[in-house]
């Protein structure tokens, strides 16, 4: 039997051209998400997650899993320029990126590991957010027996998402479509 990942959540991380390619290459290795206020994935991703990742406008390209989580609220402008300066080798953004991050008072960095690409895979999504908690894989889901979740969870089944909320036939959909063209995927 090969060996799968631990799961806790999925996502699906909306990310443009540039970035990535460099993800996918390998040369990016922290995705970061700054916002003004505070947004989805801020205190929503935890180490063992796994996470597709959709081109803006175009299909789901990569997986990975997340590594470290490293989180920051009631920022300043020099707490950006503090994370710029210390982890932009891994985040490897252009000053454009970070000008327009300058003001954010929320951030997310996500050390990934294991990103590998995925046959493109075009999906619908109608929503313009970009990034979306799919909830828990199913444990008959890629990882099969050797699947675990946090201490105490629960795996999220279709009836309720993530929050315990009444799940959305969508989402319930995507994630599904997700799982089957990583199994399809996988060597």
């Not at 300043?76 to 000008?99: C, G, H, K, M, T």
């Not at 294991?114 to 046959?119: A, H, I, T, W």
């Not at 894989?137 to 089944?157: K, Q, T, W």
Request: glycine share 8%; proline share 9%.
């Amino acid at each position: 039997m090969r060996e799968s990942p631990i799961l806790s959540r999925l996502h699906l991380a909306v990310m443009k051209p540039g970035p990535l390619r460099r993800l996918i290459s390998g040369e990016k290795r922290i995705e970061s998400r700054f916002s003004l206020r505070k947004s989805v994935p801020h205190g929503q991703v935890s180490a063992g997650d796994g996470i597709f990742f959709k081109e803006s406008a175009g299909p789901v390209r990569a997986f990975g899993i997340a590594g470290a989580v490293a989180t920051g609220e009631g920022m300043s402008p020099e707490d950006v320029q503090w994370i710029r300066a210390l982890y932009n080798r891994w985040i490897v953004a252009e000053d454009e990126f970070w000008n327009a991050k300058r003001m954010a008072r929320w951030a997310t960095l996500i050390s990934l590991q294991q990103v590998r690409p995925l046959p493109p895979l075009n999906i619908p999504k109608r929503n313009r957010c970009p990034w979306i908690v799919l909830g828990y894989a199913p444990h008959n889901g890629i990882e099969s027996e050797a699947r675990g979740l946090p201490h105490g969870a629960e795996p999220v089944d279709f009836e309720e998402d993530y929050r315990g909320q009444p799940a959305n036939p969508e989402r319930s959909l995507l994630m599904d479509r997700l799982l089957d063209h990583l199994r399809s995927a996988s060597p």
